[in-house]
Each structure stands twice: as C-alpha cells, then as structure tokens.
C-alpha cells in the first residue's frame, strides 16, 4: 500500500512545482532576442507631385510611393526585455534597414519622359515597446503591444535623366539626414524550444513621420512629406534568463 502511495505523492509534487512556474510567467525574467525580416509598404510617398523649373529644365513630376521605387529588403534587430508582471514585459531595440530604388519613369520634361534613380533608403532606429501575452502556461504565446521610437535617415539624392534630350540632372536633394518618430502595433507570437530557449514570429503596423527636407531644396518642391505607413514582418530567435 506504501509503494502504490509513493508514486502518486511524487506526482501530486510535480504537479504542483510545474503550477507553481506556469504561474511565475515573465515577472523578473530579462530576455534577448534578435529579429530578421522586411517592411511591407502600406501607404506614403517618396516623391510627391509639383511642376516648375528644375535647375533649368522645366519639368512635371507625378507622385510616387514609396512601394512603387523601392523593393523590400532586410529589416535586422536587436532587443531586450524585462518582464513587469507574469504577463507583461517592456523591451528597447535597435534596427537597421535598407532599401534599393529601381530607375523609373517620373514625369515629362519639356513633352519627354522623365525618369528618376533614388538612392537607397537607409536608416537606424530605435524602439520600445510594452507587450502582453494572452497566456504565459502555454509553449505557444500569443502577444501584442505598443510601440514608440526615431528612426535616424540619411539624406536621399536623386538622379534625373531625359534620354530623349540626352540630358541629366544629377544629384537633385530629395530629402535630408536627420531624424524622424516612429509609432505602432505589435502583434506576434512566441514558441518554447526549451526552458530557455524561443523563437517566434511578428508583425504590426508602423506610422513614420514626414521625412527631413534637404538643406539646399531644389526649385520645385518635389520632396515635400514623405510620411509613410508599413507593415515589419520578422521572425525572432531569443532567450529568457
């Protein structure tokens, strides 16, 4: 009858142990993580559309966003968290992204086509955030949370060619360096590999503010604005110590 008992009391014990950690949840735990993934533009314009005279050349330049010049590319993070309460934790992280432009018709020039080439969008940024997990006694726990940041650009140059007329206006200041907020949604998940080990996928939505204006504007104001709407999508790998 000892024997029979025995096993049931170790179990009663583990049972009561792994409730015990379920319900410690995230309160007191610091985690690392880094995240790789991409921007998906949603709304927001590159160029915006203005006629007049461009260093000498009458020209009309239409608006363009953002998803029709440039082509999605790596977003990288780095991040860390502190976890407030069994449920909620707060994290800081940095990130880099950039973005190549493809050459693409603008406008007209005097009755020509009109074709722009964009440098590259570059930025660093820094972000922190406050997430709530629906559950925490679960492998698999879903979250989400707002977000506030600056995102530090540089200054985007334009390359202007009319190949009818054989003509071109490099190096047009489109937007300058400097510093822009940064405001969003996260909503993700996480899955445990192990006590310590998670990896996860995320997503959101991220309002930008209009981009720097060049120190030295062109005649025509053809990079006013510049705010812009995107959707981060990125999977994470981290650790919870």
Not at 179 to 190: I, K, N, Q, S
Not at 197 to 212: C, D, H, I, S
Request: net charge neutral.
């Amino acid at each position: 009858m000892m024997t029979r008992r025995l096993p049931l009391a170790a179990t009663a014990a583990l049972l009561l142990c792994g409730a015990d950690l379920r319900a410690e949840g995230l309160q007191g735990k610091f985690s690392l993580a880094v995240q790789a993934g991409t921007d998906s533009e949603i709304s927001g314009d590159i160029l915006s559309g203005a006629s007049g005279d461009l260093l000498g050349t009458p020209v009309t330049v239409d608006a363009k966003k953002y998803r029709n010049v440039y082509k999605p590319d790596l977003r990288v993070r780095v991040q860390a968290g502190y976890g407030v309460s069994a449920k909620s934790e707060v994290l800081v992280r940095g990130s880099y992204y950039k973005a190549d432009a493809s050459g693409i018709q603008v406008g007209t020039a005097g009755g020509h086509p009109l074709y722009a080439f964009i440098d590259p969008y570059k930025e660093w940024g820094v972000e922190a955030a406050w997430h709530l997990y629906l559950a925490t006694d679960r492998r698999l726990k879903s979250y989400f949370g707002p977000v506030a940041g600056a995102r530090f650009l540089d200054s985007i140059l334009c390359t202007f060619t009319i190949p009818d007329a054989q003509t071109e206006i490099q190096n047009v200041p489109l937007h300058g360096a400097g510093t822009v907020a940064v405001f969003g949604l996260d909503l993700g998940f996480t899955f445990d590999l192990s006590k310590n080990v998670f990896v996860g996928v995320e997503t959101g939505v991220r309002y930008q503010t209009n981009l720097p204006q060049p120190a030295q504007p062109p005649g025509i104001p053809i990079g006013q604005g510049g705010d812009r709407w995107s959707a981060p999508v990125t999977a994470t790998f981290g650790a919870r110590f």
